[in-house]
């Protein structure tokens, strides 16, 4: 009795420990941190983050900001950056004289790679034979890079170069431009006109390419199937990134924020080679028209940051 008590004791904390071992390592949001400007301010990635690759407020602000601190960025900058011209051309810029941007000091790249182990239970096998335990399972092998080109632009692009250690391309997320404050040269408020260009996530009233969720939100994946249910074929989707130019602003010290963004209207797909969009037994036909996509809120600063 001892013996099999014993054994079956043993079963059961294996398990629970793959269980545990499964929660913790499957956690695979499409976007997190880079070393990067760890390195180049010499900081803790705690500085911007709480659990990666969610924000905290200071990381929000830096990340606004175009990836550099909001004040004094220059004194805490442990790798200097190569100026590309005098500091004296900002102030004839943009009359007689080329802005003298930056380019980062060391190479601006990051590498992320994603695995996990699995612990199967019995199973009939008409769905195949699996291992019970494969230790074992590599998944998606991603490369980043992101910086500040001055004190207005900056980049962020990330690519899935190998998905399920097959070298199969998982796609690309994040691929943009952005410039910073350029309202400074209007005579605006400080950042109450930024510019994006490129593919990125809507500005959405809480992210998914910052959350610690392992699954997005459904509401999310949700499209527009002409039939019974609907009016329109429409393939738009919050979830997919977006390609197109975004404009808006966070003035008064972020107290108000306000967005519109011009998409292509196929999400992530290219409008000339992709004719429809999946979403569940119908499809969404994709068209040549354009998404405009307004986002205007004033946060409440009593109650948790909306980006969670």
Not at 119 to 142: E, H, I
Not at 290 to 303: A, C, G
Request: with cysteine.
């Amino acid at each position: 009795m001892m013996k099999s008590c014993g054994v079956r004791l043993g079963r059961h904390t294996m398990l629970v420990f793959f269980c545990i071992l499964i929660c913790l390592t499957s956690i695979t949001p499409p976007a997190s941190a880079i070393p990067v400007f760890a390195r180049k301010y010499g900081t803790s990635c705690s500085t911007c983050h709480n659990n990666f690759p969610e924000l905290n407020d200071f990381g929000w602000a830096f990340y606004k900001n175009g990836f550099k601190f909001p004040k004094d960025d220059e004194t805490f900058v442990k790798e200097p950056p190569v100026l590309l011209g005098a500091k004296a051309q900002k102030e004839a810029f943009p009359g007689n004289a080329i802005f003298p941007g930056e380019i980062p000091g060391t190479v601006p790249v990051g590498l992320r790679y994603e695995g996990y182990a699995q612990f199967n239970s019995k199973q009939p096998l008409s769905l195949g034979v699996l291992p019970r335990v494969d230790l074992f399972a590599p998944n998606t092998f991603t490369i980043l890079t992101a910086g500040s080109f001055g004190p207005t632009l900056s980049w962020w692009v990330d690519d899935d170069i190998s998905v399920g250690g097959q070298n199969a391309a998982g796609g690309m997320g994040f691929a943009y431009l952005k410039a910073n404050d350029i309202g400074h040269y209007l005579h605006l408020p400080k950042d109450t006109l930024n510019v994006r260009v490129g593919q990125f996530e809507l500005d959405l009233p809480f992210s998914q390419a910052y959350t610690i969720n392992p699954t997005d939100y459904d509401v999310y994946d949700e499209v527009a199937v002409a039939g019974a249910l609907g009016t329109t074929n429409n393939p738009f989707s919050f979830s997919a990134m977006q390609r197109g130019i975004e404009f808006g602003g966070y003035p008064n010290d972020g107290n108000f924020n306000w967005s519109v963004a011009i998409t292509n209207g196929s999400n992530n797909n290219t409008p000339c080679c992709v004719q429809s969009v999946a979403n569940g037994p119908t499809t969404a036909q994709v068209s040549n028209g354009k998404n405009i996509f307004v986002n205007v809120f004033q946060p409440d600063r009593t109650i948790t940051p909306r980006f969670v």
